[in-house]
């Protein structure tokens, strides 16, 4: 069942949320890291850079405690860790391709090679 197109989705205020939105240069990144911490390290550090986080010790924090629970690795390939903390005031995707791939704890075994961080 989809409620949603990928491109639209209705959020709280009816304004039509559009993915392109979040989508640029800017938060797309190549990254030749090896091991899930530093490939966490860097994307919440670059989520910091670009004045998307405040907090960054909290919001690593939340980041940790969500894959202590549950692995965010989906299969095929893809992570999508995520967050939801004070202070994040709109919400941000910082996507990375991987140079080569990093073990995640996905369902089907798979290394991941793209991870989505979602605050």
């Given amino acids: ?14 304004r039509e949320m559009k993915v392109v939105e979040y989508i640029s240069e800017k938060t797309i990144v190549l990254l030749k890291e090896r091991h899930k911490s530093e490939v966490l390290d860097a994307l919440v550090a670059m989520a910091a850079g670009l004045g998307l986080v405040a907090d960054v010790p909290l919001f690593r924090s939340a980041i940790d405690t969500r894959e202590a629970f549950c692995s965010t690795a989906i299969g095929d390939e893809i992570a999508i860790p995520h967050a939801k903390i004070p202070g994040i005031d709109s919400f941000f995707v910082i996507t990375a391709v991987m140079l080569g791939a990093v ?8 290394p991941v090679r793209i991870i989505f961080l979602i605050g």
Avoid: G, R, T
């Fill in 103 to 110: 073990e995640w704890d996905a369902p089907d075994q798979k």
């Fill in 1 to 14: 069942m989809m409620a949603a197109s990928l491109n639209e989705q209705k959020i709280e205020n009816n």
